[in-house]
């Protein structure tokens, strides 16, 4: 089941996260379900009252390149894409080079990047974890609470405080 063991993630989780700066970075297709996700990644940092600035790419394949470009000048990025699939291997590539780019992008940096790409055999599915109204999930908010929490942490452990 989806979501099912996820933490709650709220408001008083993302204490500490003020005045960060978060890149969130949403990729075009599927413009409804992309609506959501940006909207419940923007009302994340606005409940953590950290710095969001959106930046667009075309499709969830650029979503690695711009982490990479914007990592450095962030203290969290989002990255934000659905990709539906089809009958062909198209979305297995898609899914595998954004996992693949996103975490490598993370790594490399050190700076955390929020994991917001849905992969859903149908568009139903992408709709109900996308925060609209009568969706099950909120993956925008729940990516975006996630990066910042990490950088957080992050932070106070380069200061050295448990």
């Given at each position: 089941m989806a979501g099912h063991g996820a933490p709650t993630t709220g408001a008083a989780e993302l204490v500490g996260a003020a005045g960060l700066?978060?890149?969130?970075?949403?990729?075009?297709?599927?413009?409804?379900v992309m609506e959501g996700l940006v909207a419940g990644a923007q009302r994340a940092a606005a409940d953590a009252r950290a710095e969001a600035t959106l930046v667009r790419v075309p499709g969830t394949f650029e979503l690695p390149v711009a982490a990479a470009r914007l990592a450095a000048s962030y203290d969290a990025v989002v990255a934000l894409g659905v990709v539906i699939r089809g009958g062909t291997p198209h979305f297995d590539y898609v899914c595998q080079g954004a996992t693949a780019g996103l975490t490598d992008v993370s790594v490399r940096t050190g700076i955390p990047v929020g994991f917001g790409v849905l992969t859903c055999d149908t568009e139903e599915q992408a709709v109900d974890r996308a925060g609209l109204e009568g969706s099950a999930e909120?993956?925008?908010?729940?990516?975006?609470?996630?990066?910042?929490?990490?950088?957080?942490?992050l932070g106070s452990a380069a200061r050295g405080v448990a």
């Open positions: 700066r978060v890149a969130i970075i949403a990729a075009e297709w599927h413009q409804q909120d993956k925008g908010y729940e990516a975006t609470a996630a990066a910042l929490q990490t950088a957080v942490v």
